[in-house]
């Protein structure tokens, strides 16, 4: 079966995991600006992986649109927050919505991390917006205060928790 693991990244732990998956189950490797619909039709398999951003995945539509026509797709996401964050059924839902197909496959969920000097300038102002907004929801959703609370210091630190075991789910569902 030939296969392509199709990744967006901006500090490189989506990257990092998009590789591991594509040395571990013989599949090509491509940015995800670096294909087109015509070049992922070749293919009996396609996987996305897609950073996190403020609960949900930048590159969706994009996906969605290089995914009409596909057959069999795997989606991954890798989010900073550990993987009981219960923001994270939803951002699989939203991909469901977009790419039906990913549907018949489980939800991929891998930690990277937070590298803060690796962002560009104008993520960095949001990632700022963002964790002060969740500062000020931690007051109004205060049942889950402590959650938010564990993300903003996660979102405020440099962080490395990417683990190559972690795919080893996704390696194991790709060879049934
Ligand atoms: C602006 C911004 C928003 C983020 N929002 C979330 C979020 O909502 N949930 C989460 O788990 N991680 C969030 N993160 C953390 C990233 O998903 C994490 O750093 C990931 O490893 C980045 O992947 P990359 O290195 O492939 O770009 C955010 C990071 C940035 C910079």
């Known amino acids: 079966m030939?296969?392509?693991?199709?990744?967006?990244s901006i500090t490189g732990?989506?990257?990092?995991?998009?590789?591991?998956?594509?040395?571990?189950?013989?599949a090509d490797c491509a940015f995800v600006d670096h294909v087109d619909s015509e070049?992922?039709?070749?293919y009996d398999v396609v996987i996305f992986g897609s950073h996190v951003r403020m609960?949900?995945?930048?590159h969706r539509e994009r996906f969605a649109e290089l995914s009409k026509g596909l057959k069999k797709v795997i989606v991954f996401v890798v989010g900073g927050s550990p993987a009981d964050n219960p923001v994270i059924p939803?951002?699989?839902?939203?991909?469901?919505?977009?790419?039906?197909?990913a549907k018949s496959a489980p939800q991929f969920y891998f930690r990277g991390g937070m590298n803060l000097e690796a962002?560009?300038?104008d993520e960095r102002v949001y990632l700022y917006k963002q964790i002060r907004?969740?500062?000020?929801?931690?007051?109004i959703l205060f049942p889950i205060r402590k959650t938010i609370l564990n993300v903003v210091y996660m979102m405020s630190h440099n962080s490395d928790n990417s683990s190559k075991e972690s795919i080893a789910p996704l390696v194991r569902w790709m060879q049934l």
Do not use: C
């Not at 609960?55 to 930048?58: N, R, S």
């Open 39 to 42: 070049k992922l039709s070749q």
């Open 90 to 101: 939803s951002i699989f839902k939203k991909i469901h919505k977009s790419i039906p197909q």
């Open 133 to 139: 907004m969740m500062k000020i929801l931690s007051f």
């Open 119 to 121: 962002l560009p300038e």
């Open 13 to 26: 732990f989506t990257k990092r995991y998009a590789e591991w998956i594509s040395e571990a189950v013989g």
């Open 2 to 8: 030939k296969s392509i693991v199709v990744y967006s």
């Open 55 to 58: 609960g949900d995945v930048p």
